[in-house]
């Protein structure tokens, strides 16, 4: 939004903000928090739960690859080993991007709808679209363990204007943005660049072969009625800027605007994959940036917020620093 | 999202599911209710209050014309005065839309920054980011008239969960969306494809001729803090899509990235200009489609939100019909 910033490249946005020394120290931007963060708040990613799209390269014969981190427990685990089978099978090779929808999706898979899954992919319930507890051990209906409820907490306590349309409340765990309702139970958040499973009119739950992913406003509407199996990492800019499809609900109508996908593989199958962390949800760097993100008081700004729903807090992540 | 949909054009998005008679009637889905609201809940937008972007054509040669509706009284009204003086200046002409930041903002003027400013520009207090009072003809420092409470208070008695993390309330006013902190006051909200205007760091405010438009999730913490003189109507898509810019802040790096800006003119003085109108927010069919916006009932979902954030309820706006 600056409008004389020099066109230089440089890591840390604020860096092109004139910034006296001490300004900088008492207010930093929630870039430089998370560039001052120790190496130790940082987590990092098994490549085994990494998702790995190579598409046809661009009209310049530039390649484009998307990274896609796939949900842990106890978050929709029914698809996700369902997709870990699809991605053994290479099933999703020569498949295609079918559908481009502005401010809502992008969706991948079998255009032709024809094309034989692989055998043993589970048929998942709609009951593991929200999780009752996040203690694994207990079979408890509570919705939240008091350990995770302290944690949330301790999180939101950085926002004065804790507060969210689509649910009680909403917190990070694990590096994952959810919400919970209670009485109803816990989900991921359809934030920018989560990934879901395609599915049909209920009680069709979808398998995990047809894929979308959030390039608009999050549609939190779709929390709790869909299922989220991962995020985009690297190259969501290669979705989000595709043509959008011209046909209903965004799909293309001819073939020929269809995206192909080479190959789709898990991280530790694919090649020249990096390695990539997180900063952890825990840690004292995180809270620092959250309350940043929901408080901006660096010289930009005038009026701090006061709060930030749970999609304008986006976790950082990166390529691991060596 | 959904799966194995016929691959062919259709208004109603909800068309392509199978509803029956019966559920279609009891659970009509936000498009329908829009589609079936009456004539006189729509409003005519003026000619002279769009803004007619037209960009270089494309690569295969097609038009891109994007449209923008200007926001009306009491907000901004500094800005979009400059922003008519530029207009008719034709000091946009040759400019160019320079930088394109994912999830974030694409943002146009002069990428020299050396281009003169027509004469008679006003340079717009810090204080008129904000409203204090909705009512014009009062000095009254309430933050929301009476009148205007009530009627917020009619629209959102829709929403079992009328919270939003960034203000003390939101509604929509006079078809904009907007938002209150008591003891500050009212200003716009920066959700999908709204339109703001670029500046330097505080107390700079910019003069118009900078502008950018929301291509991602809502950056809220802008609301406040810079002034938002409108939406783009009709060709975000042709924004949204573009590459995103490889330098700091999404700029392009290099000139050829730069999309050309042949002209904006405003819409009476543009060439084959449709009329537009939007969906009354005061009307009864925008009560129903927001209402069913916060609590989808039809048949791809199970469990409601119970509430929606002001910029997952979009104001629909169309070419009139005849």
Not at 273 to 293: G, H, I, K, Q
């Amino acid at each position: 939004m600056k409008r004389y910033l020099p066109l230089v490249a440089c890591a840390a946005l604020s860096a092109a903000f004139p910034l006296s020394a001490q300004e900088a120290k008492i207010y930093p931007a929630p870039s430089e928090i998370v560039a001052a963060a120790k190496a130790d708040e940082w987590v990092a990613m098994a490549p085994s739960d990494l998702l790995v799209m190579d598409l046809a390269p661009d009209s310049k014969g530039k390649p484009r690859r998307v990274v896609i981190q796939l949900i842990p427990a106890p978050f929709s685990q029914g698809w996700v080993s369902n997709i870990r089978k699809l991605a053994a099978a290479k099933w999703w090779d020569g498949t295609s991007i079918n559908r481009v929808q502005d401010n809502y999706v992008v969706q991948w898979g079998d255009a032709t709808e024809k094309k034989a899954l692989p055998e043993g992919l589970a048929v998942v319930p709609e009951g593991e679209y929200i999780v009752r507890s996040l203690n694994q051990d207990s079979q408890s209906a509570l919705a939240v363990s008091a350990a995770e409820r302290a944690r949330a907490t301790a999180n939101s306590k950085m926002l004065q204007r804790d507060v969210d349309p689509y649910s009680d409340q909403t917190y990070l765990h694990k590096g994952w943005p959810t919400s919970n309702v209670v009485g109803v139970g816990l989900a991921p958040t359809h934030c920018y660049a989560m990934v879901g499973v395609g599915r049909n009119l209920s009680p069709d739950t979808g398998t995990g072969a047809e894929l979308y992913t959030v390039i608009g406003h999050a549609p939190r509407h779709l929390d709790r009625n869909i299922a989220l199996v991962g995020r985009v990492i690297e190259g969501i800019e290669l979705l989000s800027s595709l043509p959008r499809g011209t046909g209903a609900l965004g799909f293309y109508e001819k073939e020929e605007e269809r995206v192909p996908i080479v190959s789709v593989r898990l991280g530790n199958e694919a090649k020249d994959v990096p390695a990539f962390e997180y900063l952890s949800t825990d840690s004292e760097s995180f809270a620092a940036y959250a309350d940043a993100r929901a408080n901006r008081r660096d010289p930009f700004f005038n009026v701090p917020a006061g709060g930030a729903d749970i999609c304008n807090i986006p976790v950082p992540i990166r390529r691991k620093v060596k």
